[in-house]
């Protein structure tokens, strides 16, 4: 989401504060002193799908749909949580949960990220949009996507929360 607004110099603590101390690296609890700056926004639209280029993208060979939920909110068997059950047709999982180490919380190597992300179809398509119930889970894929170097990808930062509250828009439920 950084990167929306034209932070180009932001990193990620891959694994999180538990594995940070679990390493045994250098903690303090004294307050950090920062230089005063200035950050002037410049927002880059296009890492931002829109429910109408979602709504586009269904069936489209060339925009990969991605839906970073769990599997089994991805097959509509979880409670209830967005107003209607499954996920946006053609789009395919590749779960927040599924591409970390599950004993560390770090995100997988890198050729395991690619594998899942091959098999899903989206490093090869022209535009790769991502989404989850918020926006949240959706950043995750976008950023290791980027990190892989598909050059295209956007969140769709209305996701779940947008799309299925709008009786008009296609859910389906089930596996891929």
Not at 38 to 55: K, M, N, Q, W
């Amino acid at each position: 989401m950084l990167r929306c607004f034209g932070f180009e110099n932001a990193a990620v603590l891959n694994g999180g504060w538990k594995k940070w101390t679990r390493e045994g690296r250098l903690v303090s609890t004294a307050a950090p002193q920062y230089p005063a700056a200035h950050f002037i926004a410049r927002p880059h639209p296009e890492l931002i799908a829109t429910r109408a280029e979602v709504l586009a993208a269904i069936g489209s060979q060339s925009t990969c749909l991605i839906n970073a939920l769990t599997p089994d909110e991805y097959a509509g068997r979880t409670p209830l949580r967005f107003g209607r059950f499954g996920h946006i047709p053609s789009s395919v999982n590749v779960s927040y949960i599924g591409v970390l180490d599950p004993e560390t919380q770090a995100y997988l190597s890198p050729e395991q990220l690619h594998t899942q992300f091959a098999q899903a179809g989206a490093l090869h398509k022209e535009r790769v949009i991502t989404y989850c119930g918020g926006g949240i889970a959706a950043c995750s894929d976008a950023l290791l996507l980027t990190m892989l170097g598909a050059d295209n990808v956007a969140v769709y930062d209305g996701s779940m929360t947008e799309w299925a509250a709008d009786p008009t828009l296609p859910l389906v439920t089930g596996e891929a």
